[in-house]
């Protein structure tokens, strides 16, 4: 089957989107963040947690989060044979991540939060200065003022949180198959991994436990938000359908299919639609 985006468009101007997104926010990673004042009581009381190596580097956070979306977009083309979904799947991921990219940078930059270990990069040998200026390496103070939201939180949520709606949509947990165990697992377990990479930030003393929350609940919110605008509701019998697949059904029905129903009409091209093979049988997830 064609890509029903392939002759549209709206597909350039999707692109056009995630290109600035993504632009904005290589742009205002290397921008310096607002510069907090910190007490002195302050410094040795919150932000004098050691330094230590993170358990998740960012390269290894980058290719989960990367890998995400191809693996999704690879099953929902080999293994269902839908083309539509293949795309749909990396459209709303890539646009979730800008948007959260975007976002985490704009409240990173505004807020200027010291890191737990913001001490030790401001003041390597650990002896302070009489003025409280920093004689660390320039690029980690200002990285060390970059704590809130935590961006491998929002991240991973973000990247994850979508799979878990996609796995959720396509094996119906919420609407047609409920009450299965393994498929209720499936769908939590992206979400198990994105809480073990978000309170791993918090064991490494990169941030502090409000930063993890706050960047975990953005990142979801992102991904099921923008999950919304590709997919019908995970709790309607359409869950796991791309609104361009089901959009183009009800396009054949207002165009005067005038022997089907809107309402029986609709489970018939359910059947035929690419997500169910183009055959009244039974899904392959089930």
Known sequence: MALVRSANFN????????????????????????VRVIHQADLEAEYKYPRKESYVPGGMLWVIVLS??????????????????????????????????????????????????FFYRCFPDGVETEDLKCTGDPMEVMDGRKSFPSGHSSLSWCSLGMASAWLCGRLGVLSRGRGRGLRVVCCLAPLVAAACIALSRTCDY???????????ILGFTTAIFCYRQYYNPLSSDLSGVPYVVSNSNMVKYMNGKSDVSPIKGDCKEIESTPLLNGTKKEDKWI
């Open 11 to 34: 597909l350039f101007v999707e692109i056009l989107v995630r290109i600035a997104l993504v632009s904005a926010f290589c742009y205002m990673e290397s921008m310096s963040p607002f």
């Open 68 to 117: 995400v979306p191809c693996a999704l977009s690879l099953l929902a083309w080999a293994a269902c044979n839908d083309c539509s979904d293949a795309l749909e799947i990396l459209l709303a991921w890539s646009l979730a991540l800008g948007i959260n990219g975007v976002l985490t940078d704009i409240v990173k930059l505004i807020a200027g939060r010291p890191r737990p270990d």
């Open 206 to 216: 990169h941030h502090h436990w409000q930063d993890v929350l706050v960047g975990s």
